[in-house]
């Protein structure tokens, strides 16, 4: 299945660097290193309070060959180790210009998560993360070597050569996440009229049957089996197994069953109906849904296996949350 990129922050571009030994989760400060201060972080001026988005001011533009990080505010919460997960509030300048290029809302419910790993995300700012303490405001002064490189990033408005600065509020640390589930385990559940029919080989891979009736014309979903694991929330990044059917051709397009692997993404990088089955459903489940075109790809369809006006069919095995 496509997906969309990934929102500015991301930037599209993962860092390659190794990663760190993992630690367990929310371990004490002092098996953690922190990145050091430097004259240029120690300089920005960072006020407000946690958890609102400060006022900044910055003395640009910032030249750094290694990234600098301050605290600004001293949390006393448990600290960002390697391989941790952490939910944070941020905003991210050009360290060159000293403007705003993005920003979380500050809001309840509204956190971005960022992998403390330098394998996923950008160096500098895992830098700046790591062995920070729940609670605290930190300033990270990120040089091109641990951010965007020489090419700098258009999506961000970071031209070649230039810092970014991330001040960012560590909200909380994730849980470790649960193993994904092998095959979905939740309770069988009756047909639904109207559906195509969906039988289960040995090998756990659903045959769909697509009656020889018009497809609706709104979205329409159902529970083949219900789960009872963590619930799927907007923005999750999750662990599926799908079969995907044409309805109007009656040929499966997409299978990762078929690849015999299973696919992770987020529900914000999929075609709004496939957000709409996964979101508020049970890590265990088997949904089915029926995706007009409207919700799926489209008048520009995705070619060549599914035209303009096209309805799909998705089964998903919902298996876990990453």
């Known amino acids: 299945m496509r997906t969309a990129a990934s929102l500015a922050l991301v930037a599209g571009l993962l860092a390659t660097l190794a990663a760190c030994s993992a630690t367990p989760n929310g371990s004490a400060a002092a098996d953690c290193t922190p990145t050091p201060s430097g004259t240029v972080s120690d ?6 309070d946690f958890g609102k988005k400060p006022t900044v001011k910055i003395n640009f533009p910032t030249t750094t060959d290694t990234t600098q990080r301050t605290v600004v505010i001293q949390g006393k919460g448990d600290v960002a180790q390697a391989k941790d997960v952490v939910n944070v509030d941020f905003t991210l300048y050009n360290g060159a210009t000293g403007a705003e290029l993005t ?3 500050y809001a309840e419910g509204s956190t971005t998560s960022f992998p403390v790993d330098e394998s996923q995300f950008l160096p500098g700012i895992v830098k700046t993360l790591e062995c920070s303490q729940v609670g605290s405001r930190v300033v990270g002064v990120i040089p091109p070597a641990d951010s965007f490189g020489e090419a700098g990033s258009s999506q961000l408005g970071v031209d070649p050569g230039q810092d ?3 001040v960012v509020d560590v909200v909380s640390i994730a849980p470790p996440a649960e193993a994904p589930l092998s095959a979905p385990d939740g309770a069988d559940q009756p047909a639904t009229a109207g559906f195509p029919d969906v039988v289960v080989g040995a090998d756990g891979s659903p045959a769909v049957t697509i009656p020889d009736t018009a497809p609706p014309a709104t979205l329409q979903m159902a529970l083949l089996k219900k789960g009872d694991h963590a619930v799927v929330k907007d923005g999750d990044k999750v662990i599926v197994n799908y079969v995907g059917v044409n309805w109007n051709t009656k040929k499966i397009f997409d299978s990762s069953f078929a690849r015999g692997e299973t696919a992770t993404f987020s529900t ?4 709004a109906g496939f957000t709409a089955a996964l979101v508020g459903q049970n890590v265990g489940s088997r949904v089915i849904v029926v995706i007009p075109p409207d ?5 520009a369809g995705s070619p060549p296996d599914i035209g303009p006006t096209d309805t799909l069919v998705f089964v998903i095995d919902i298996l876990g949350i990453a």
Not at 295 to 299: C, I, L
């Open 43 to 48: 300089a920005v001026t960072v006020t407000g």
């Open 103 to 105: 920003s979380t809302q």
């Open 164 to 166: 970014i600065v991330f």
């Open 268 to 271: 914000s990088q999929v075609i």
């Open 295 to 299: 919700q799926g790809y489209g008048a």
